[in-house]
């Protein structure tokens, strides 16, 4: 089957750095993304990668290996708006969007 | 651009009645999608459509109808909902399968009682 696994939940200092990890096996493999949800909203597109290695965009950045079936987002400068939900998704071989259940990430003062 | 639009943004139904979620989008995307979230789950494929007249079924099609006669519009329909039905339903669309982005709709929160 396939499968996407990231923590539930994560809590981090304002001003500080988190990184909220991935693991996926799918069916092929075209692509991951990070969305972020904020509460009772849709989701919006942060990063996409599909090749092995960093992509930097802003205070967030993604990181990809695909030997090893793992990505990360890392968020740098942490600001209180940033509390929300950061989903991972795998392009599958059907070109199907594959979801990780979210990480809800919460930001203290 | 209005982006992706959706209506209701809020509906109770009974157990057996029917009704259609609407979705529509302006920036003429050729893919279009009707997800489902459940609390602590991740989003679900319902169905998909690559283009007017074309549509295919995702992971949870089960208890859901859809048809795509325009490029604009994608509507989703409920026959006989089950209290299992209540979730949040979101629309999204992309110009293509490879598009490195899916712009989603407000979403559409819906009970069945």
């Known amino acids: 089957g396939q499968n996407i696994d990231q923590p539930t939940e994560m809590t981090a200092t304002e001003g500080a750095i988190v990184q909220i990890n991935c693991t996926y096996q799918?069916?092929?493999?075209?692509?991951l993304f990070w969305y972020q949800q904020h509460a009772g909203e849709a989701p919006t597109f942060l990063s996409y990668?599909?090749l092995d290695g960093l992509e930097e965009k802003g205070r967030f950045s993604s990181f990809l290996s695909r030997s090893k079936g793992y990505s990360y987002l890392l968020l740098k400068e942490l600001q209180m708006k940033d509390s929300a939900s950061y989903l991972c998704?795998?392009?599958?071989?059907?070109?199907?969007?594959?979801w990780g259940a979210g990480t809800k990430l919460i930001i203290k003062p | 651009n209005a982006g992706v639009t959706q209506t209701p943004k809020f509906r109770i139904l009974k157990i057996g009645q029917s009704m259609t979620l609407q979705c529509a989008q302006d920036?003429?995307?050729?893919?279009m999608y009707w997800y489902r979230q459940d609390p602590g789950m991740g989003l679900k494929l319902i169905y998909y459509?690559?283009?007017?007249?074309?549509?295919d079924k995702g992971e949870v099609p089960n208890g859901y109808n859809v048809s795509r006669s325009t490029t604009e519009d994608f509507p989703l329909r409920l026959e006989l909902a089950a209290p299992s039905q209540t979730s949040v339903y979101f629309c999204?669309?992309?110009?293509?399968?490879?598009?490195?982005?899916?712009?989603f709709g407000p979403g559409t929160r819906l009970t069945v009682t």
């Open positions: 999204a669309s992309s110009y293509s399968s490879n598009s490195y982005e899916q712009y």
């Open positions: 920036m003429n995307h050729n893919y």
């Open positions: 459509s690559v283009g007017a007249g074309i549509t």
């Open positions: 799918t069916s092929g493999f075209n692509g």
């Open positions: 990668n599909v």
């Open positions: 998704a795998v392009r599958d071989q059907d070109y199907q969007l594959i």
